[in-house]
């Protein structure tokens, strides 16, 4: 169920209108409830699978305040990898033991689903596991709030990826909620945001994107570059759309989500661009995998080597596909060439915003590379593609060229009034009291008037459903 059709709109508006009259703690059960049916709707096995790992979760958390805190954080921690490594990752296995063995025809032909959002949840519950264990965490002892905590519909297929020490405090506060209009509005406008992006941006570049890649690797240089530059903006059009739905929808209830996307295409080094995309992802990469890997700690190789293959996991963690372990080892590679730029000539090269607009030009670039790596069909096709970037060997640009390329500056644009507009928490606040009620109710008509026309029969799925 995407947060753009009608039938998720109709879930949050009689979701919220139990939540608001039911009392003190019906007002969790009530999510509860909706979490649940959320999750129903994607089919019985998909709650199923939820359920049962958060009950192991649960469980393992409680069990830590005992003497066997060892043994329940390896049950806890192994069996969410492993829910997470059979569902996701099993034909990817199998398709590349049987390069090398022959295995029996069963095995193959096993077939498996994949549960929307379990790259999400199970990456939450791990780091709840690990806090617990580490001791920055008590356990939750409620299940009913530990369930809204993992299952929240607001976030639970596409994160944002909570930490349970900013989350599960808020939903232990559920029965204190009001009704708030400025945080009302504030939920409107961010989920009107999303949709839009989503609708209007998203949805309309998929179609060329899909256009250019299904051509393979008979694209022309300059194609594949618009190719790339397209997908990349489709990608962060249509995630931080779900981000802000997500913020949106949290809002409603009372919650605080993290923000997930800082206008990442603004970044003038690897670094800058991981602490602006994804950012739930990044901060959990960096404090379950680099930091434990020795990554800050033992000397500037080991964290070369950490930072690496951290990003190689990353990549692996966006699907069972050699592409997305290149795309991971690529950004580790960038990360890594930054560390190392950084240590050696950086300094002398004096800055200014001249240097950082440079920058922040030539990283767009790589990584708009990188994002071909992401997209690409067929592994063959990847390297072909590649070559034709990087060095214009086939060099032809047709009459298209010109409105691909001044689709991408608007585009571009639009990214830098996103920045501009977050930047100034006060255009809000002089649209509602300097601009005419009349011309407010006209904006958000046109708003309401382009979303209907964009509106198609059969929704595109939000990307990251897939992960």
């Not at 995407?2 to 703690?25: E, Y």
């Not at 305040?65 to 329940?72: M, W």
């Not at 999303?194 to 609708?199: N, P, Q, T």
């Not at 997500?246 to 409603?252: F, P, Y």
Request: proline share 3%.
């Amino acid at each position: 169920m995407g947060f753009h059709t009608p039938q998720f709109l109709i879930l949050v508006f009689i979701a919220f209108v139990l939540f608001a009259v039911a009392k003190g703690r019906y007002k969790l059960v009530v999510l509860a409830t909706f979490d649940a049916l959320f999750y129903l709707y994607a089919g019985i096995m998909h709650l199923a699978l939820l359920v049962g790992a958060s009950l192991v979760s649960y469980y393992s958390g409680i069990m830590m305040t005992g003497r066997r805190k060892k043994l329940a954080v390896v049950i806890g921690v192994g069996l969410n990898l492993l829910n997470l490594a059979f569902f996701k990752y099993y034909h990817f296995v199998l398709e590349n033991l049987s390069r090398f063995a022959t295995l029996p025809p069963g095995l193959i032909s096993l077939k498996t689903i994949l549960p929307i959002g379990i790259s999400f949840y199970t990456f939450q519950l791990v780091a709840y596991l690990i806090d617990v264990y580490r001791g920055d965490l008590k356990p939750i002892k409620s299940f009913l709030e530990f369930w809204v905590f993992i299952s929240f519909f607001g976030q639970v297929i596409a994160g944002p990826i909570m930490r349970a020490s900013a989350f599960a405090p808020q939903v232990a506060s559920t029965s204190e909620w009001e009704f708030d209009s400025e945080r009302f509005k504030k939920a409107v406008l961010l989920f009107t945001l999303g949709l839009m992006k989503k609708l209007l941006i998203a949805d309309s570049l998929a179609p060329l994107v899909d256009k250019y890649f299904s051509r393979g690797s008979a694209m022309s240089s300059v194609d594949i570059w618009i190719a790339a530059y397209l997908f990349g903006f489709q990608v962060y059009y249509d995630f931080s759309a779900y981000s802000d739905m997500a913020l949106g929808v949290g809002h409603l209830f009372g919650y605080d989500l993290a923000q997930n996307f800082r206008c990442p295409y603004l970044s003038e080094n690897p670094s800058e661009f991981w602490s602006r995309w994804h950012i739930t992802l990044s901060t959990w990469i960096r404090d379950y995998l680099y930091i434990p890997m020795g990554g800050s700690r033992n000397g500037f190789t080991r964290g070369l080597v950490a930072v690496v293959l951290s990003m190689c996991i990353s990549g692996l963690w966006h699907g069972a596909s050699w592409t997305f372990v290149l795309w991971g080892l690529y950004h580790g590679l960038l990360s890594a060439g930054h560390r190392i730029w950084e240590k050696t000539l950086a300094k002398r090269i004096r800055g200014g915003k001249l240097i950082r607009c440079l920058n922040v030009f030539l990283f767009l670039q790589l990584t708009m590379i990188g994002w071909v790596f992401f997209r690409v069909q067929l592994m063959s096709d990847l390297v072909p593609l590649l070559r034709k970037m990087i060095t214009f060997s086939d060099f032809s640009a047709g009459p298209h060229v010109a409105a691909y390329l001044s689709l991408v500056v608007c585009l571009y644009g639009l990214h830098i009034a996103e920045y501009v507009g977050r930047r100034s928490t006060q255009i809000y606040a002089r649209w509602s009291q300097r601009v005419p009620l009349a011309i407010r109710g006209l904006g958000w008509a046109s708003i309401a008037f382009l979303i209907c026309l964009f509106i198609r029969p059969k929704p595109n799925a939000f990307i990251y459903f897939q992960f």
